[in-house]
């Protein structure tokens, strides 16, 4: 997100682009996963507008359809019951799923995918990039970092520059079931698109991905784990995973949950910033090193900062 919102205002300033990512597809925190039991959100479940360039942007993206509200319908454990409610400010997904849109952003852009750029040499007066392969990539007059803090500290090593990623980021385990039926319903509650599970010690949050806007068939649930659980389970192996967190989710949901038809976890390792960096205007830049950071890290561990970040970033690089 933070890349692709700085790429764009550089691009519309006439500024030469070039992306790289080491996913399969864009996204990063914000991919989702598409599997033969369906299609799941298992990062970023869905963001908050209240920056007005943001708005704007999200408001033309709905009216194209990228983008839609969700969850309409907020659900909170409280003690031991669930209510359900309309979300105060309204959320947004991607349509249909959160990866919509960034493929929305990333449209007008030129995107290398499967590219882990691994070391970067300046010569002269522009940098060159290496990539997994041994491949080098160069004439590049300025190179925007825009990855978790954690690994932007290591990209940076042993390169002259001002720049110090520090900010801390919490993991994060998520998992995805597909269950054969339909969730039976708490007492009380008709619907309900996503859940903050604030008395479990596992669980932070769960989402019925077929609640989404443009999605319908299959119970197909996301279930979040809480930073410290997922710190304790780091390096525990992905089944196991899967199943201590669907355990924790039975415990705390008021009906029995239907068969399993499949399930998995992934391993978020840099999720969400503990702490953001500090004293940033949210973004960080070496002029003199033609360097710059981006990300959510610099302001908020949120879509929206993430996109903040970006722009902010590029605004100040057109004004140099
Ligand atoms: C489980 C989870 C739940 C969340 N829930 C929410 C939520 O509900 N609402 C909300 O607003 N936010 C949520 N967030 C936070 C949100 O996803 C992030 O704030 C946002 O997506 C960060 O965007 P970014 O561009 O800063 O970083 P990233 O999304 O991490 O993007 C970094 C990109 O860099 C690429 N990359 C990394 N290293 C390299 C390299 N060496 N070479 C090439 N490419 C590289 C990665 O592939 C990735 O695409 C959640 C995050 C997680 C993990």
């Not at 500290?153 to 980021?169: K, Y």
């Not at 995973?241 to 949950?257: G, R, T, W």
């Amino acid at each position: 997100m933070a890349g692709l919102s700085a790429a764009r205002v550089l691009q519309q300033a006439g500024r030469n682009v070039q992306i790289f990512d080491k996913g399969r597809r864009p996204g990063g925190r914000m991919s989702s996963r598409r599997n033969e039991h369906g299609l799941f959100d298992l990062g970023a479940q869905y963001f908050t507008v209240r920056d007005p360039a943001f708005a704007r942007l999200i408001t033309t993206f709905e009216q194209q359809g990228s983008v839609a509200r969700w969850p309409s319908i907020m659900a909170r454990q409280i003690d031991g019951q669930w209510q359900a409610r309309q979300p105060e400010h309204p959320r947004y997904s991607g349509m249909p799923s959160m990866a919509s849109l960034i493929e929305a952003l990333a449209e007008p852009l030129k995107l290398e995918q499967q590219v882990r750029i691994t070391s970067m040499t300046r010569t002269a007066s522009t940098w060159t990039l290496e990539d997994q392969n041994g491949q080098q990539w160069s004439g590049f007059d300025h190179v925007i970092i825009a990855i978790p803090a954690p690994q932007a500290a290591s990209l940076l090593e042993g390169i002259d520059t001002t720049l110090r990623p520090q900010a801390d980021m919490s993991a994060c385990w998520s998992t995805w079931v597909r269950f054969r039926d339909a969730l039976d319903m708490p007492s009380g509650i008709d619907a309900w698109h996503g859940v903050q599970l604030e008395a479990s010690t596992v669980l932070r949050w769960a989402a019925r991905n077929q609640t989404r806007p443009g999605q319908h068939e299959g119970e197909r649930v996301t279930l979040l784990a809480n930073d410290d659980w997922s710190d304790e389970h780091l390096e525990d192996d992905p089944a196991q995973v899967a199943d201590k967190m669907i355990d924790a989710f039975q415990d705390c949901y008021p009906a029995l949950l239907p068969a399993i038809e499949a399930c998995g976890a992934h391993r978020w390792r840099y999720a969400q910033p503990r702490q953001p960096q500090e004293d940033t205007p949210g973004y960080l830049i070496d002029g003199a090193a033609a360097l710059s950071l981006c990300g959510d890290w610099c302001i908020d561990g949120r879509v929206e900062a993430a996109w903040q970040s970006g722009n902010r970033l590029a605004e100040a690089l057109c004004r140099q």
